[in-house]
């Protein structure tokens, strides 16, 4: 089940991408549901993470971008775990986003930014790894973050093609990051295959296209409405062996996240 905030339905700048990705959706038979008492539409960040034994780990919601922002932190204990009724709830004091933990297939790997030691300053590096393998039941592999990206987030970097593979934003050579982490994903065995990626300017995540929502069969890709859609989309479907349905998400887009930043699933 696909899950999304309520506010998507009631915000009327949202409800154009809204009403697209929800009729990809319906056309294609994947089931979705609405949470409401979310504060803000990226339910990834604040909901909990599952793992390979069926777990689910909420970590604590308290990043720093929302410091001056108190009012947009969504408390998933109290507003939202009650009407879940999750089996296998476990709690942590770890300051960690869900956009920030990229699973591998089998969820055995996990890839997570720098921004993690940033977030808990009272761990050490080596400590806060140890006990995050042990909660996420996965091997975690630390990338570089972008310094003047909000979140730092790993899932608008890298996503899974397999357990080996993954893709990465191909323009990132223009900050000489891509060099970094394909470095640091190459030292744990993992290739990065260069994927299309348009920089935009603020806070923007028009361009980020691999910020997609994947289900079992298929891979809903967020396009934009530019001259690289199309190009993308063909990318996509040499890359993944799944159907590929592009969904036009501009207007969600340009407030900072795209799919997989406003999805969660059980």
């Known amino acids: 089940m696909i899950y999304f905030s309520s506010l998507l339905k009631t915000n009327d700048k949202y409800k154009p991408a809204t009403e697209r990705l929800f009729a990809a959706l319906t056309a294609h038979g994947v089931p979705y549901k609405l949470i409401e008492n979310t504060r803000d539409i990226w339910l990834r960040d604040f909901m909990p993470v599952k793992t390979k034994s069926g777990k689910y780990i909420s970590f604590r919601y308290e990043p720093s971008y929302l410091n001056d922002y108190p009012e947009l932190r969504t408390d998933f204990r109290k507003k ?19 956009g920030n933990i990229v699973f591998s297939p089998s969820r055995k790997t996990a890839v997570i930014s720098d921004r993690i030691f940033m977030e808990n300053w ?15 039941e996965a091997r975690v592999i630390i990338i570089p973050s972008l310094s003047s990206d909000m979140t730092g987030h790993a899932d608008g970097m890298v996503r ?15 900050f000489g990051l891509e060099a ?10 993992i290739e990065v295959i260069d ?7 603020g806070d923007s995540a028009v361009g980020c296209y691999l910020n997609f929502l994947e289900t079992e069969q298929a891979i809903f890709l967020p396009v934009f409405g530019v001259d690289m859609d199309s190009e993308t989309v ?13 969904v036009n998400i501009n207007e969600i887009a340009k ?8 999805s969660w699933e059980t």
């Open 234 to 246: 063909e990318t996509a479907k040499n890359i993944f062996n799944k159907t590929i349905i592009p």
């Open 255 to 262: 407030d900072g996240g795209v799919l997989n930043c406003i």
């Open 122 to 136: 009272n761990y050490s590096s080596a400590e806060l790894v140890q006990e995050l393998e042990q909660l996420l």
């Open 80 to 98: 939202i775990a009650p009407s879940l009724s999750l089996e296998n709830l476990v709690y942590s004091d770890i300051n960690l986003d869900g």
């Open 160 to 174: 899974f093609v397999d357990e080996n593979t993954v893709i990465g934003n191909a323009s990132c050579y223009l």
């Open 195 to 201: 994927f299309s990626y348009l920089d935009s300017k």
């Open 180 to 189: 970094h982490i394909k470095v640091a994903l190459r030292n744990h065995g």
